[in-house]
């Protein structure tokens, strides 16, 4: 059974970096896709940036420049948030598909149980 498991949330000011990460375990064959997305309280999950084949990336628009997605090794995927301002503040979730790679939740079949990330004004 494919588990996801997140790490390296927190509390920070605004302008402080934080860098969260996906560790993987239970595949049966390596995800084509990884991503991460966020859903702040009262809001839509909304894809933050997703990577193909550990090399393709595609950022959304309000982070492009600040964040920044690796795929370490086929079990860990890391991302390094710089520059972080209020409206970031969210729970952030590690997705993984083994076909199409979007930044569309219905797009991926196994999700972390997220970790928190808060930042303060």
């Known amino acids: 059974q494919v588990q996801l498991v997140e790490s390296g949330g927190g509390s920070v000011p605004a302008g402080g970096s934080l860098r969260l990460s996906c560790a993987a375990s239970g595949y049966t064959s390596r995800p084509t896709c990884m991503a991460w997305f966020r859903q702040a309280p009262g809001k839509e999950r909304e894809g933050v940036v997703r990577?193909?084949?550990?090399?393709?990336t595609y950022y959304a628009d309000s982070v492009k420049g600040r964040f920044t997605i690796s795929q370490d090794n086929v079990n860990t995927l890391s991302l390094q948030m710089d520059s972080l301002k209020p409206e970031d503040t969210a729970m952030y979730y590690c997705a993984a598909s083994s076909g199409l790679c979007s930044l569309y939740d219905y797009t991926y079949d196994y999700w972390g149980q997220g970790t928190q990330v808060t930042v303060s004004s």
């Open positions: 990577i193909w084949r550990g090399t393709d």
